[in-house]
């Protein structure tokens, strides 16, 4: 079934495609946005790691495969919002040294653009949709720029109680930039710091798309569909642009929108296999992929937290999931001696007990009466810290079609990732210091928190550069081949740094769409 | 979420309970009053819900009273998309049923070989502590599913959910809930 031809379909109502449907709604373009799962609404956010899965996938598209598999069920997201419907919303950005390192350390690649290009988009998202922190804090490691709109987030006693060993060891910690609101913010409440953000924030103190970007869009007059599984992206007959997309209703019914723009914003996994599986005559390696760099160089970010139990009550149900303090104190890429890559470090997050977050994983070793004896004391003095650390892009680290498929008859896809030699010795770096912070803030017990490297978050298969050379697309996430074809979020970045990518996504995909309503009569033709 | 759904969804949460067919008709229910009312499973057969039952146990105490059977048993039974297992987070394909099947085979089966044919539900306290202890270690010698380690892991998490993620498993740690909606009674 054919639909009305509108101007920009946007695949994926997320953190990315919903600043793209803002930003060219608000230009007056029409926009449909289409989103696989539920139509979720903050009513539907129940306080409760039960319920919370309900907005994560359920049997991902893909098999996850090589030495160290994406964690794609907890990172993912289902349904609109989707992953930013249950981030922890720290919003760190990237900085300066992020853009050039195979200029300043002959390592990976540059990124075709530098932090001073974004820097404003930082700003101005911070504007949009509201930002809790200490800007002037934090310009000990970036350049300076705007003040966040509110000022930093309560702190708790489980963030302070760190203060003192990051100081010993000469880390300097500073109020944690977040999405969340300190005070209220465009008719939207305070934080009442119950610690349930990571299940969805139904109150819109959490700067989730449906309260932001999304509700803009919305209120423009973008249209959202729920329930479609895009299978296709559609080119004319000479290939030399795209028409729209094929997808699946809730009825399973195909369906085609045609549109002068696509926009796929369905994160860094499924944008690829869905360029993969619409490979034509005159793109018989899928769209955008002459080249061949579709679905190559994904990477992750791993973490060495620090866990620890204090002789004190340090109330760790209160915060927020995201962080009450951070620091860039080890983000040059050659900070820890013998390694390589940045880490970002945060402490104070409010804890619950169950889920893979909860401090009953705290000790996976323990069960039977030694976990029940394990809970009491870490229910009064548990607290942790965490580094994320920096993987370089590797191209072997890859997103193929599978031969299996799924209910559309659309192939699945394979995303295969390893570490290389760099990753654990970072990671090792970054848990020795942690104890030694442990030690030094007084914790009675503490452990690394080891088992396998962790894989958190997921970004590239689409990177962006300076041309078709070297990768998908250009810094506004246009592909090099199909001009009326852009890709968003965290798949375009060239390299991962250390910070939770979710800031930088709306910046540069404000980016983007605001270029592409700029340029719409060049790039629509 | 359209409307229809969106009150099949919430009469779940907003009760605190799920699901369970009684005499062909739905009544809603804690895991742990399903149990205590013998409500049948849907899914499992007895003997898996027993192997599951004294896993749990093993695994974090106050888990068989909880329900673990009973909830792994009605969250299996429904759509995946609609499930509230752990499993969901950590990549398991659905339908989630083929895995609980696998994993609890390969437990009595390991079981069995190692204590002269007796399944895991007949072992004695000692005996279920050293099989779990050898499973998360992925030392069990001829193991045959999926993985020990992981195993463990997943229905480890199970019993913490039924056991501490619920409002009264707070309470028991003395910890505040503080819902921003709340799950009314015991999710």
């Known amino acids: 079934m054919a639909n009305e031809k509108v101007d920009v379909v946007i695949v994926g ?121 200490d800007a002037k804090a934090e310009e000990i490691w970036r350049p300076a720029g705007d003040a966040y709109p509110m000022p930093p987030m309560k702190t708790f006693r489980n963030g302070e109680i760190w203060l003192k060993g990051f100081e010993s060891v000469g880390i300097r910690m500073v109020p944690a930039a977040v999405g969340m609101n300190s005070t209220e913010y465009k008719g939207r409440p305070a934080c009442i710091y119950d610690g349930w953000c990571h299940v969805g924030c139904p109150i819109g103190a959490l700067a989730n798309p449906l309260v932001t970007y999304l509700g803009d869009a919305r209120k423009a007059g973008a249209e959202v569909r729920p329930w479609s599984n895009v299978t296709r992206v559609l080119t004319n007959a000479q290939g030399t642009k795209v028409t729209g997309v094929e997808y699946y209703d809730q009825k399973k019914e195909r369906q085609v929108q045609e549109a002068s723009v696509v926009v796929l914003a369905a994160w860094a996994a499924q944008n690829p296999r869905l360029l993969l599986n619409s490979s034509t005559d005159k793109h018989p390696k899928g769209l955008a992929n002459t080249n061949g760099l579709v679905g190559k160089y994904m990477m992750t970010h791993f973490s060495s937290g620090t866990l620890a139990i204090f002789d004190e009550n340090v109330e760790n149900h209160m915060g927020t999931t995201g962080a009450q303090y951070m620091s860039y104190e080890r983000y040059g890429k050659t900070a820890h001696k013998g390694a390589f890559g940045s880490s970002f470090i945060v402490a104070g997050t409010a804890l619950k007990t169950s889920d893979l977050g909860g401090f009953a994983n705290a000790r996976l070793d323990l069960f039977g009466p030694e976990l029940a004896a394990f809970m009491k004391r870490a229910a009064r003095g548990f607290s942790r810290i965490g580094a994320f650390g920096e993987e370089m892009p590797n191209i072997e680290n890859r997103i193929e079609l599978a031969g299996d498929k799924d209910e559309f008859g659309m192939p699945l896809g394979r995303i295969i990732h390893s570490y290389d030699d760099d990753v654990p010795k970072l990671w090792e770096a970054n848990f020795a210091e942690g104890l030694a912070v442990a030690k030094a803030a007084g914790a009675k017990e503490m452990w690394s928190g080891r088992g396998n490297i962790p894989t958190i978050h997921l970004m590239g298969g689409t990177i962006m550069g300076t041309g078709a050379e070297n990768s998908v697309v250009n810094s506004y996430g246009q592909t090099h081949e199909i001009p009326n074809l852009y890709m968003a979020g965290p798949g375009i970045f060239s390299t991962s740094g250390a910070s939770n990518p979710t800031y930088t996504i709306f910046a540069l995909s404000l980016r983007g769409a605001e270029q592409l309503a700029t340029k719409w009569s060049t790039v629509a033709g | ?148 380690p992981f195993v463990y892991l997943l229905l480890r998490s199970d019993a913490v959910d039924v056991v501490y993620g619920t409002m009264e498993g707070y309470a028991g740690l003395g910890i505040p809930y503080m819902p921003h909606i709340a799950p009314t009674k015991r999710w």
């Not at chain 1, 160290?68 to 040294?97: C, E, T």
């Not at chain 2, 009053?33 to 105490?61: M, W, Y």
């Open chain 1, 13 to 133: 109502a997320g953190a990315s495609g919903s600043t793209y449907a803002a930003v060219l709604a608000m230009a007056g373009k029409k926009v449909v946005v289409l989103e696989q799962g539920p139509d979720w609404q903050l009513s539907d956010l129940i306080s409760s790691d039960f319920w919370g899965r309900r907005v994560k996938p359920a049997g991902a598209p893909f098999l996850l495969e090589g030495k160290n598999p994406v964690s794609y069920g907890y990172q993912g997201g289902w349904g609109v919002g989707g992953a930013a419907l249950h981030y922890f919303a720290n919003f760190p950005r990237l900085l300066p040294n992020d853009f050039r390192i195979k200029s300043e350390h002959n390592r990976a690649h540059d990124w075709p653009i530098s932090y001073q290009d974004v820097a404003p988009y930082y700003d101005k998202v911070a504007r949009d949709i509201g930002v809790s922190g």
């Open chain 2, 1 to 148: 979420m359209d409307q229809m759904e969106r009150r099949a969804f919430m009469k779940g949460a907003g009760s605190g309970v799920l699901a369970f067919t009684v005499g062909g008709l739905e009544v809603l229910l804690t895991p742990g009053a399903a149990r205590a009312q013998g409500i049948p499973f849907r899914t499992l057969t007895a003997a898996q819900a027993a192997t599951l039952e004294a896993l749990g146990e093993t695994l974090v105490p106050g888990a068989r009273q909880a329900g673990i059977s009973h909830f792994v048993d009605q969250q299996i039974s429904i759509p995946a998309e609609e499930a509230l297992l752990e499993a969901r987070i950590l990549n398991v394909r659905p339908p989630y049923a083929n895995f609980y099947r696998a994993a609890l085979g390969a437990v009595d089966r390991a079981s069995a070989a190692l204590n002269g044919g007796r399944g895991f539900a007949q072992l004695g306290e000692s005996e279920q502590r050293s099989l779990v202890d050898s499973m998360r270690q992925n030392k069990v010698e001829g193991w045959q599913g999926p993985a020990g």
